[in-house]
Every structure is written in structure tokens, then in C-alpha cells.
């Protein structure tokens, strides 16, 4: 399964796992050497901490849930050019540093 694009997700700062976006919907999947961590945890309450991917037509709710909305999503928009139907590329620009301990990242560090 090919992915047109790729998110790289961080939990705490230290990566976490990669989110896709396919010819099919959305995939994530956990990084192993992020599995083995004795304090890794939970991306969210709906995707627990698991080997096997998780996949979706939809973006993920978590996911979509990190992204503006109003004046805040009216303003990326605006500046970044991007359709506010492009959930995954607002992803990529809106979710570098949000409220709570997740952020996205279009390159992994």
C-alpha cells in the first residue's frame, strides 16, 4: 500500500509512530523501537499502544481532532493555501505544536 503522504507522529517529542495517507484512506502504525520503550504511551485512548496497524477511509478522529477549526482554521487556510477539505494537509501544517503532548511532523527527526 503506497502513501501519497506521510505524517510523523511524536508523543513527549520522541516519535511515536507514522501516519499515512493511501489509495485506501489513512493508515498508522506504531514504531517498534517506540513499542519497546517502557514508557511509551498511548497515542490516544482509541488507538492503543499495538504492533499491528490501524487503518480508516476517514482520518482518523484523534487525528482530525488536532486540527483548527474557526478563526484558527480560517487563518491556515488562508496562509498556507491549503482546501479546508485537505484534512491531512492541515495535519501537516496546523499540528507541529498543539495543545497536548502529540504533534505532527512532515519529516522525522
Not at 9 to 28: I, M, N, P, Q
Not at 86 to 100: E, H, N, S, T, Y
Given at each position: 500500500?503506497?502513501?501519497?503522504?506521510?505524517?510523523?507522529?511524536?508523543?513527549?517529542?520522541t516519535?511515536?509512530?507514522?501516519?499515512?495517507?493511501?489509495?485506501?484512506?489513512?493508515?498508522?502504525?506504531?514504531?517498534?523501537?517506540?513499542?519497546?520503550?517502557?514508557?511509551?504511551?498511548?497515542?490516544?485512548?482509541?488507538?492503543?499502544?499495538?504492533?499491528?496497524?490501524?487503518?480508516?477511509?476517514?482520518?482518523?478522529?484523534?487525528f482530525d481532532?488536532?486540527?483548527?477549526?474557526?478563526?484558527?482554521?480560517d487563518?491556515?487556510?488562508?496562509?498556507?493555501?491549503?482546501d479546508?477539505?485537505?484534512?491531512?494537509?492541515?495535519?501537516?501544517?496546523?499540528?507541529?505544536?498543539p495543545?497536548?503532548?502529540?504533534?505532527?511532523?512532515?519529516?522525522?527527526?
Amino acid at each position: 500500500m503506497e502513501a501519497y503522504r506521510t505524517a510523523y507522529v511524536y508523543v513527549r517529542d520522541t516519535f511515536a509512530g507514522t501516519l499515512k495517507e493511501t489509495d485506501y484512506g489513512y493508515s498508522f502504525i506504531y514504531d517498534t523501537e517506540y513499542l519497546k520503550n517502557e514508557n511509551a504511551s498511548a497515542v490516544s485512548l482509541t488507538m492503543p499502544l499495538k504492533s499491528e496497524e490501524y487503518t480508516s477511509k476517514t482520518m482518523f478522529a484523534f487525528f482530525d481532532g488536532l486540527i483548527p477549526e474557526g478563526w484558527l482554521l480560517d487563518v491556515v487556510t488562508h496562509n498556507w493555501k491549503i482546501d479546508r477539505k485537505d484534512r491531512f494537509g492541515l495535519l501537516l501544517v496546523a499540528c507541529k505544536d498543539p495543545i497536548g503532548n502529540v504533534c505532527i511532523k512532515g519529516a522525522k527527526e
